[in-house]
């Protein structure tokens, strides 16, 4: 996902800027809601409604979002999570191993993917957190996870709304 700027992404069609928005997060339903409050007029706006949305989901569209997001360590399937996870590539074979297997763990503790904020973390301190987070019970996590959503997204959307270079 490229920077188009707010002003640009404001001037796309409902279609273009749903397109954008699924982008961000996997979510129709987020997508939708966050659209509707467009055009926005500054980014504040924007952030603001898309946190609030997020939010409101209920927990299955929440999953939805999560479908976006590949394993930490695994082949990322989008540009933006190969950006996000690209510290990630530079790991040991052991570090990327045991995140292998703390992503197993994980997924058969809580049912669905790790999901953290993983941008300009490296695999150590992803397998840091990962291994700390395993601690939590499952309210605690989903609450946890939820936030690292957010934060993804609100990333997700500071890029694309930035001014191109």
């Not at 188009?4 to 129709?28: K, P, W, Y």
């Not at 989901?57 to 695994?74: C, V, Y």
């Not at 292998?100 to 763990?105: G, H, L």
């Amino acid at each position: 996902m490229k920077a188009i700027g707010l002003d640009n992404f404001n001037a796309l069609s409902e279609r273009q800027r749903m397109h954008l928005l699924f982008e961000v997060c996997s979510s129709t339903i987020w997508a939708r809601r966050v659209l509707a409050g467009s055009p926005f007029r500054d980014a504040d706006a924007l952030y603001d409604r898309a946190d609030r949305v997020l939010a409101e989901l209920p927990d299955a569209e929440i999953d939805a979002a999560l479908d976006g997001h590949p394993r930490i360590g695994a082949k990322a399937d989008n540009p933006s999570s190969a950006r996000e996870q690209a510290r990630v590539a530079d790991a040991t074979d052991a570090v990327k191993a045991a995140l292998a297997e703390r992503n197993r763990e994980y997924e058969d503790r809580f049912g669905y993917v790790y999901l953290v904020c993983a941008s300009g973390r490296s695999a150590d301190e992803l397998l840091e957190i990962l291994t700390d987070r395993l601690d939590n019970d499952a309210e605690t996590e989903r609450r946890v996870m939820r936030n690292e959503l957010a934060k993804i997204n609100r990333l997700r959307l500071e890029r694309l709304v930035s001014e191109p270079t």
